[in-house]
């Protein structure tokens, strides 16, 4: 099947563009893991993956900023939108990434190059303009014969004078042919790939389907294809019946992201459970919405792999945060006026579930999915707080600096309290167990009293003791106090507390607590 030319829109470090940091040493983490950079802190050796305190060693003088998917969203919908205003049938990959099928746009502007150019303006402007924001170098374009060559295209085109790297009509397996075997897009068989010696696309690509069909199942041929510069589906996408579109209705309208969200988790499980029962899966999903003043909002988002329940409610919950939104209804002049009142998830390209090859002690993934479905089932029937999962947010103590929000919302936190001083907070790592109640214990210095802890956060004496429902215990080290006033304006609502750590002969470690003169078992390590 020969691939359609296509183009890739592809920004580079796009949450350092969205927090306008794009001329300073920022550093973007989620779950302690460095997922963007700004061009300084890229100078100075930090990359994507490494851990939070490895890039902050690289680059001392960088700000952390925690991952914000809303925000990213919300800002690149503003950008689809301003290059669908040129390209129709625009897809949006993930915020930072877009693609659509050049054959129809570069007709009509004249070519690639000119194409290309006024993509290129349109979302500078955009940038620049609408949500002002530093664009900073601009974004990558890449153009190949097929999503994922134009993607690589995209990506290395970043690195290049004049940001846009184009690929000949059928050049594309000898262009992804020198990449490295990590590029394939699945960590899993890139590994094995290495350790057989398969370095390179090209290699990879030159194995003989019938052995990466035995060894690696249908992830494998899905691999083999990109790196041959066909196309992942071996057959056409045929257009879904249109009984598979599943839709729901809301009254009083929905005016919450939250809301929305909530509902799309249920029917994107009933939108699953649908096309499995045919032997079908969808890589390309179409949202669509309507507000009480009666208007209408689509956009068209596409995967590489097959959208499962999760990902479609991901999906569901980015467009929901670049609509609806203040920030985005002040940038957007198309943005609905009104609340929601159907929400429409429509398959727009489905293919036969090839299923997934299992692991060597059962298949992981699928039972990953069975649980998220399941959880979703609960939820529909008990509520969203029904099943919640645990998110870091800012705060001094261990137990609040952790926040349960219901299971499927969007982790990201509030930038603003995540990075707040929190003069206080005892330094990581963080205890392993924090207890829901703290435990009243005593801590004891050589004579057999409190240890006590002054205004100006000195201890009076060492602890030598700590008397407790674990019985007594003596201690071999220390570190603190960590004094912290909170509210010192408010005599209702002001906290004087401190914070102790003591390493105990049974090997046991603490975070201890003294409040009102009582002392605390908080958490351990």
């Not at 746009?105 to 500078?124: M, N, T």
């Not at 060894?215 to 294809?225: I, L, Y």
């Amino acid at each position: 099947m020969t691939p359609q030319r296509t183009v890739v829109v592809w920004w580079p470090d796009w949450p350092v563009v969205v927090a306008g940091r794009a001329a300073d040493p920022v550093v973007v983490v989620a779950n302690n893991k460095v997922v963007a950079m700004s061009a300084a802190a890229r100078a100075d050796g930090v990359r994507v993956g490494q851990r939070r305190r490895e890039a902050q060693g690289r680059c001392p003088t960088a700000e952390v900023l925690p991952f914000d998917e809303g925000a990213n969203a919300r800002a690149f919908e503003t950008v689809v939108a301003a290059v669908e205003e040129l390209c129709p049938r625009v897809e949006a990959v993930r915020p930072g990434v877009l693609a659509f099928a050049s054959r129809g746009p570069s007709r009509y502007f004249g070519g690639d190059a000119a194409l290309i150019a006024q993509i290129r303006a349109v979302a500078c402007d955009a940038v620049h303009t609408r949500l002002q924001l530093e664009v900073g170098a601009g974004p990558g374009v890449g153009v190949a014969d097929g999503n994922f060559a134009a993607s690589l295209a995209a990506r290395a085109a970043s690195s290049a004078r004049d940001r846009v790297l184009y690929v000949p009509p059928g050049r594309s397996a000898e262009f992804l042919a020198p990449m490295p075997v990590a590029a394939i897009g699945d960590a899993a068989i890139a590994d094995v790939a290495r350790r057989l010696g398969l370095r390179t696309l090209g290699a990879f690509a030159a194995l003989d389907p019938s052995d990466v069909v035995g060894r690696f199942g249908a992830d494998g041929v899905t691999a083999h294809r990109r790196a041959n510069g066909l196309e992942v589906r071996s057959l056409a996408p045929r257009e879904p019946p249109p009984e598979l579109s599943v839709e729901v209705v809301f009254d009083p309208p929905a005016e919450t992201v939250d809301r929305i969200a909530f509902a799309a988790r249920a029917v994107a499980a009933e939108l699953e459970e649908g096309l499995r029962g045919r032997g079908l899966s969808a890589t390309a999903l179409v949202i669509e919405v309507e507000t009480d003043h009666g208007e209408k909002r689509t956009r068209r988002w596409r995967s590489e792999g097959a959208l499962n329940a999760a990902a479609v409610a991901e999906r569901v919950r980015w467009q929901a945060e670049g609509w609806l939104t203040d920030v985005a209804q002040a940038v957007d002049d198309d943005a609905p006026t009104a609340g929601i009142t159907l929400l429409r998830l429509a398959p727009d390209e489905v293919h036969e579930h090839a299923g997934t090859a299992q692991s060597l002690w059962g298949g992981a993934s699928e039972a990953n999915e069975r649980v998220s479905r399941a959880i979703a089932r609960v939820q529909g029937m008990l509520g969203p707080n029904a099943a919640t999962t645990a998110v870091l947010v800012g705060g001094r103590g261990p137990g609040e600096q952790i926040q349960m929000i219901p299971w499927g919302d969007s982790r990201a936190v509030d930038a603003a309290r995540a990075n707040a001083p929190w003069p206080g907070r005892v330094p990581a790592p963080a205890p392993a167990m924090v207890l829901a109640a703290p435990v009243p214990i005593d801590v004891l210095d050589v004579s057999g009293h409190a240890v006590r802890v002054s205004g100006r956060g000195e201890v009076s004496a060492p602890p030598v003791t700590v008397v407790g429902p674990h019985g007594v215990d003596r201690v071999t080290g220390w570190a603190g106090p960590w004094p912290a006033e909170e509210r010192w304006w408010d005599a209702a609502g002001n906290r004087r507390r401190a914070r102790l750590q003591v390493q105990c002969e049974s090997g046991a470690a603490h975070l201890c607590l003294i409040e009102g003169g009582c002392w605390f078992l908080e958490a351990s390590y």
